[in-house]
């Protein structure tokens, strides 16, 4: 079946640090790959996607490239805000017809001044 | 345009009793999902639906149902609530099927069951 193993948190940093969080998956057929972000007391929000092996995904200075070789989707971002504080989910789709997902069991990161 | 909108925000239930989280999406969207959120355990879907009087299960769906009979509602019911589904209940939509399609969520029901 489907997984996604993600680093565990917290991951703690200070302002203006670099960001990585690791992910990889197993999937039986060629899967799409998600980051969702989850703001405190609110519900996840799509961070940014890729569909095919290379291709990288972007949004708020965020990036991650879909590794097919190494099964993985980084999540980095450059330079961390305090309002990047949330729970980070890595997930991936590969069912042709339905868009149902699977997760990872998210990170927290928490970034200080 | 509110999105996708969750009732009730909370809610505590004993052992036994029944009840029903309503979900609604005003995008005219096709797709609706149930997710359960836990501790170290990421979401887990329970039941979804592909279209206005279809449901279908998810990875989890013991001890839930749920109806689709208006477009843009889906109700999940418990019948008789077990301490084991404490957890926060996510809905969330999509306009289509396959992963060009961005799912939405809404912002979560914290059920207690004592």
């Known amino acids: 079946g489907n997984s996604v193993t993600q680093m565990e948190g917290p991951v703690t940093l200070s302002e203006e640090a670099f960001l990585t969080i690791n992910c990889t998956y197993t999937?039986?057929?060629?899967?799409?790959l998600f980051w969702y972000v989850q703001y405190p007391g609110e519900g996840l929000q799509l961070l940014l996607k890729?569909?095919?092996?290379?291709d990288k995904g972007s949004n708020k200075g965020f990036e991650a490239t879909y590794r097919k070789e190494t099964t993985s989707f980084h999540l980095e971002k450059g330079s961390v805000q305090v309002s990047d504080s949330a729970v980070y989910f890595c997930?991936?789709?590969?069912?042709?017809?339905?868009?149902?997902?699977?997760f990872g069991k998210g990170t927290m990161l928490l970034v200080s001044p | 345009n509110a999105g996708v909108t969750q009732t009730p925000k909370f809610r505590v239930l004993k052992t036994g009793q029944s009840m029903t989280l309503l979900c609604a999406q005003d995008m005219n969207h096709e797709y609706m999902y149930w997710y359960r959120q836990d501790p170290g355990m990421g979401l887990r879907l329970i039941h979804y639906?592909?279209?206005?009087?279809?449901?279908a299960k998810g990875e989890v769906p013991d001890g839930y149902n749920v109806s689709r009979l208006k477009k843009q509602n889906f109700l999940l019911g418990l019948e008789s609530a077990a301490p084991s589904q404490t957890s926060v209940y996510f809905c969330a939509s999509s306009y289509g099927g396959g992963p060009s399609y961005e799912q939405y969520f809404g912002p979560g029901t914290r059920l207690t069951v004592t």
């Open positions: 890729a569909t095919k092996a290379d």
């Open positions: 639906s592909v279209g206005e009087g279809t449901t």
């Open positions: 999937a039986t057929g060629y899967p799409s």
């Open positions: 997930a991936l789709s590969d069912l042709p017809g339905y868009s149902t997902l699977t």
